[in-house]
């Protein structure tokens, strides 16, 4: 399986912004759904949004929606995450995962995890 790595996270004040990437190691994302989970202390690991191969379909928990975009760059390998207007219920650690199975709810990898980022939002 393609290895997946995470940068970008940091610590940002409320009303901030992050971009997050991921990129493929060690071979590609292949022709399937990506997708970034995120996991605060205590939580469960819950989709933040998901891209088909070609982007024509994305998908965002009603929380980010209007704040956060998905985008993904097939010829490099390269898939990313806008994060704007951050909330301290931002806080998380944020995966990105491979071969996701937007088919079925809920969303689940069937793929690969990257070793997650930290994004830690102050009030």
């Known amino acids: 399986q393609v290895q997946l790595v995470e940068s970008g996270g940091g610590l940002v004040q409320a009303g901030g912004s992050l971009r997050l990437s991921c990129a493929a190691s060690g071979g590609s994302f292949g022709p399937v759904a990506m997708g970034w989970f995120r996991q605060a202390p205590g939580g469960a690991r819950d989709v933040v949004a998901t891209i088909v191969y070609d982007s024509s379909v994305k998908y965002y928990t009603p929380s980010v929606r209007g704040r956060f975009a998905i985008s993904r760059y097939n010829a490099n390998d390269t898939m990313y995450l806008q994060m704007n207007f951050l909330k301290p219920e931002d806080t998380a650690v944020y995966y990105c995962?491979?071969?996701?199975?937007?088919?079925?709810?809920?969303?689940?990898?069937?793929?690969?995890w990257g070793q997650g980022t930290q994004v830690t939002v102050s009030s």
């Open positions: 995962a491979s071969d996701v199975d937007v088919w079925s709810w809920p969303y689940r990898t069937r793929g690969s």
